[in-house]
């Protein structure tokens, strides 16, 4: 059964880089099958898809955050990762990396979170 | 971007009850949409997919009807595992969009 599990720091000062990685376990980021998503949620509001990538490279971002988002993956180690740049204290929240199938668009695994705070 | 609303935004319900929670797309999504259960400080968890595909492993009290614009997700007798916040997402368009979540308590 896949397993993902975000990494990170969990405090970032506003105007710099909030970076984050997915590992992923038990299946292969190459399979062809899915897409690797992140969502975020900040606390009690709900979630906002941020974007997903597939295992070529190609990408998907939410318009609302393409300008500062770039999604890459590292088929190598089996993981992927999230840069958001230029963070403001709005970009607080729990990020979530999630896999998605290609074949019914859906979200079928979740990682367990990370709390990200913008704050200096 | 789409936007999903959910009624009610909240729900009492007592174990055994039937709960329906009905999502509304702001534009036609044919059957685009998925239902995910999260409990606090946990992530969430899929349910249903393809509006009416029942996730495998989720149990079969679980139900999702719809098509278009309109749907609903009921559990026909709730058990005290369910009490949660319940989630629609819309994949038919970008950017994915969730709606605003019910949240089903005692």
């Known amino acids: 059964q896949v397993q993902l599990q975000e990494s990170g720091p969990g405090l970032v000062k506003p105007s710099q880089t909030l970076s984050l990685t997915c590992s992923v376990s038990?299946?292969?980021?190459?399979?062809?099958?899915?897409?690797w998503s992140w969502m975020r949620q900040p606390a009690g509001k709900r979630l906002e898809w941020i974007g997903r990538?597939?295992?070529?490279?190609?990408?998907n971002y939410n318009p609302s955050l393409k300008s500062r988002v770039t999604i890459s993956v590292d088929t190598s180690n089996n993981r992927f990762s999230l840069r958001l740049n230029s963070v403001t204290a709005a970009d607080t929240a729990v990020y979530y990396c999630?896999?998605?199938?290609?074949?019914?668009?859906?979200?079928?695994?979740w990682g367990q979170g990370t709390l990200v705070t913008v704050s200096s | 971007d789409i936007q999903m609303a959910q009624s009610p935004s909240s729900v009492s319900a007592s174990i055994g009850d039937r709960v329906t929670i009905t999502c509304r797309a702001s534009?036609?999504?044919?059957?685009?949409l998925a239902w995910y259960q999260q409990k606090p400080g946990k992530a969430p968890k899929l349910l249903i997919f393809?509006?009416?595909n029942l996730q495998s492993g989720v149990p079969s009290r679980f139900s999702g009807s719809g098509s278009g614009t309109d749907f609903t997700l009921t559990i026909s007798s709730l058990q005290p595992e369910d009490f949660a916040t319940y989630y629609c997402?819309?994949?038919?368009?970008?950017?994915?969009?969730f709606g605003p979540g019910t949240k089903v308590d005692l």
């Open positions: 393809h509006a009416s």
């Open positions: 999630a896999r998605e199938s290609v074949a019914v668009a859906t979200l079928d695994s």
């Open positions: 997402q819309q994949s038919n368009t970008f950017p994915f969009t």
């Open positions: 038990g299946g292969s980021i190459s399979s062809g099958f899915y897409f």
């Open positions: 990538i597939f295992s070529s490279g190609d990408t």
């Open positions: 534009q036609g999504i044919s059957s685009w």
